[in-house]
C-alpha cells in the first residue's frame, strides 16, 4: 500500500515521513489525479489553503477513486468532520498528530472502520442530532434485531453520551454498557461508536 499526502503546504510534517517513510507527497489532488494511483493507494489530505466548499469538492474527487481518504485539519472541529465523513472520507485527524497516531488511524480505516479524535466524537453525534435526522426519518437496517437495553445505548451514543454518562442515564455500570455496546457493534456489523453514531445519524457509510 502506498500512503499518498496531498498537500499545498510548502513545508509538510516531518511527522508525515515518521509514521510513513516511503510516502508519496503531491501538492494538489489534481496533481495526484493526472498520475498513476489505484484504490490501494491510502489518501491523507491537508485542508491547509482549502476552503471549506473546495475541501468538499476535492474529498469527493479522491474518494470517487475508491480509495481510503482521511482528512488532516490544522484545527479539527465538528462541523468540518461532519462535512468530510459525509462525503465519504473515513478518517479526520490533527495536521501534526504524532506519528503513532497516523499509523493508528491507518490501521482503523484499512480494518473498515472510522477514525475520529476522540475529544471530537460527542460534539461530532451532537451536531448531527442537531439537524434533526434522527427524528425525522426511521430506524436504520439492523435495529430491529437489538434489544431494549441495546437499543437505548445505541441511541445515546448517536446523541454524543460517553459510556460514563450512558451508564449514568440508565442506572448501569460502564461495563455494562460496554458490553452492550459490543453486542450492538456485531449485530450492526459496524466497528466502532463513530461508525455507530454514522450510522444513527443517516451519514452514509463508503
Not at 473546495?54 to 474529498?59: D, G, I, N, Q
Not at 473498515?112 to 434533526?132: D, E, H, K, M, N
Not at 434522527?134 to 441511541?155: I, K, N
Not at 458490553?179 to 463508503?206: G, S
Request: proline share 4%; glycine share 6%; with cysteine.
Amino acid at each position: 500500500m502506498r500512503h499518498v499526502f496531498i498537500s499545498a503546504d510548502e513545508n509538510p510534517s516531518q511527522r508525515w515521513y515518521g509514521a510513513f517513510s516511503n510516502l508519496s507527497l503531491f501538492s494538489s489532488a489534481k496533481a495526484y489525479l493526472a498520475q498513476v494511483h489505484s484504490r490501494a493507494d491510502f489518501c491523507w489530505l491537508d485542508s491547509f489553503s482549502l476552503e471549506s466548499s473546495e475541501l468538499l469538492r476535492v474529498a469527493k474527487s479522491l474518494v470517487k477513486e475508491q480509495a481510503p481518504v482521511v482528512v488532516l485539519s490544522a484545527k479539527p472541529n465538528e462541523s468540518e468532520a461532519f462535512g468530510v465523513l459525509s462525503v465519504g472520507v473515513r478518517g479526520y485527524c490533527h495536521v501534526e498528530s504524532v506519528p503513532e497516531q497516523f499509523i493508528e488511524v491507518a490501521q482503523v480505516v484499512n480494518a473498515g472502520g472510522y477514525w475520529v479524535p476522540p475529544a471530537l466524537v460527542q460534539r461530532f453525534a451532537t451536531a448531527a442530532l442537531s439537524a434533526g435526522s434522527v427524528q425525522q426519518q426511521s430506524l436504520p437496517e439492523g435495529f430491529d434485531r437489538l434489544t431494549e437495553r441495546e437499543y437505548q445505548v445505541a441511541m445515546a451514543v448517536g446523541k454524543g453520551l460517553n459510556n460514563k454518562e450512558i451508564a449514568t442515564l440508565l442506572g448501569l455500570g460502564e461495563r455494562t454498557i460496554k458490553a452492550y455496546l459490543t453486542a450492538t457493534f456485531e449485530k450492526l456489523h459496524v466497528r466502532d461508536r463513530v461508525q455507530l453514531a454514522l450510522i444513527i445519524n443517516r451519514l452514509p457509510l463508503h
